[in-house]
Nanobody, 118 residues
Framework: QVQLVESGGGLVQEGGSLRLSCAVA????????MGWSRQAPGKEREFVAG????????TYADSAKGRLTISRDSAENTVYLQMNNLKPEDTAVYYC???????????WGQGTQVTVSS
């Protein structure tokens, strides 16, 4: 069974950095893209960043530009989110997702908590 396994969340002070990882466990068919979203308490889940496995093109939400960087390791079927200069408003549960050939819906990870203290 294919699933996404996230890691790297935690508690960090304002201005600090964290690196989230999301690995595809199992034997997926071709990965098309992966990305990160987040959900803060009392808010809707929002897109943060995405990367194409085919073209390597990245996309970011305006709130992420300049501070968050998405990257991938194709050999390890892993996507990363490097988060720098973190702010309290970045506090949320971060979820990764993967679009995989042959599936009509994305795979989603279980989420990892990021808490930024001021």
């Amino acid at each position: 069974q294919v699933q996404l396994v996230e890691s790297g969340g935690g508690l960090v002070q304002e201005g600090g950095s964290l690196r989230l990882s999301c690995a595809v466990a199992g034997r997926p068919s071709r990965i098309l893209s992966m990305g990160w979203s987040r959900q803060a308490p009392g808010k809707e889940r929002e897109f943060v960043a995405g990367i194409s496995w085919i073209t390597d093109v990245t996309t970011y939400a305006d709130s992420a530009k300049g501070r968050l960087t998405i990257s991938r390791d194709s050999a390890e079927n892993t996507v990363y989110l490097q988060m720098n200069n973190l702010k309290p408003e970045d506090t949320a549960v971060y979820y990764c997702n993967a679009a995989v050939m042959g599936r009509t819906t994305d795979l989603w990870g279980q989420g990892t908590q990021v808490t930024v203290s001021s």
